[in-house]
């Protein structure tokens, strides 16, 4: 597609309630990374993914979250039994890969709360 | 960890002015990458400029320049004539060239008036 495309763009869930997060990136785009933003901060790296391999998961906050590209283009981030301090901006962003100094493309991201 | 600093949570400019926001770094290395992304309501981070460390010249991209400051690990953004468009969320970010993780700043919000 023509940019990167990320959905729901809203989320509500009940606390304990498992969500996906879906990111639809660039075609062709070998890197893919999530980031989550809480209010009135930057965004936070939580994983990168270069095609279908997962090469890190560091900022992953705990074992409720896992993400996923099984194809190498479209991924899944899920957060299982949600918590509030799971609500937050989640952002999806892609590139071709060698070109990290021209930064990436983002999503329009979604929207998670947690009630 | 590179960190880096934006002092400036809220600032305010009229339509067709300049204003400058300010950016500061923390890193050991002696190449890296600095951003500008610019975040509307609509949540998307857009890019606004980018800097490779080891070039002396500032970039500029149209209205939008950096003070790119390496000894003082400084990079501010400078918006001239500005527009009631450019209101929105600015993010400062920092890139090892070893790496691909963008760190950010909090940002600073920047309103545009009539």
């Known amino acids: 597609g023509a940019g990167v495309s990320q959905s729901p763009r809203y989320k509500v869930a009940k606390r304990g309630q498992d969500v996906a997060l879906r990111c639809d990136p660039i075609?062709?785009?070998?890197?893919l990374f999530w980031y989550q933003q809480a209010l009135g901060q930057g965004p936070e790296f939580l994983t990168y993914?270069?095609?279908?391999?997962?090469?890190?998961k560091s900022g992953l906050p705990s074992d409720r979250f896992f993400a996923e590209r099984p194809e190498g283009s479209v991924s899944t981030l899920k957060i299982q039994r949600t918590q509030q301090e799971d609500s937050a901006v989640y952002l999806c962003?892609?590139?071709?890969?060698?070109?990290?100094?021209?930064?990436?493309?983002f999503g329009s991201g979604t929207r998670l709360t947690v009630v | 960890a590179q960190t880096v600093t934006q002092s400036q949570p809220e600032m305010s400019v009229q339509e067709a002015e300049t204003v400058t926001l300010s950016c500061t770094y923390d890193?050991?290395?002696?190449?890296?990458?600095l951003f500008w992304y610019k975040q509307p309501p609509s949540r998307q981070m857009i890019l606004v400029i980018r800097?490779?460390?080891?070039?002396?010249q500032n970039a500029t991209e149209n209205r939008f320049s950096v003070n790119f400051q390496k000894a003082a690990k400084s990079f501010s953004l400078k918006i001239s004539d500005s527009q009631l468009g450019d209101t929105a969320m600015y993010f400062c970010?920092?890139?090892?060239?070893?790496?691909?993780?963008?760190?950010f700043g909090k940002g600073t919000s920047l309103l545009v008036t009539p």
């Open positions: 962003a892609s590139s071709f890969g060698g070109d990290r100094g021209r930064g990436y493309t």
């Open positions: 075609s062709g785009h070998v890197s």
């Open positions: 993914f270069q095609n279908e391999a997962q090469l890190d």
């Open positions: 890193t050991s290395e002696s190449n890296y990458y």
């Open positions: 800097q490779e460390a080891y070039k002396q």
């Open positions: 970010a920092f890139m090892s060239p070893s790496g691909y993780a963008l760190n």
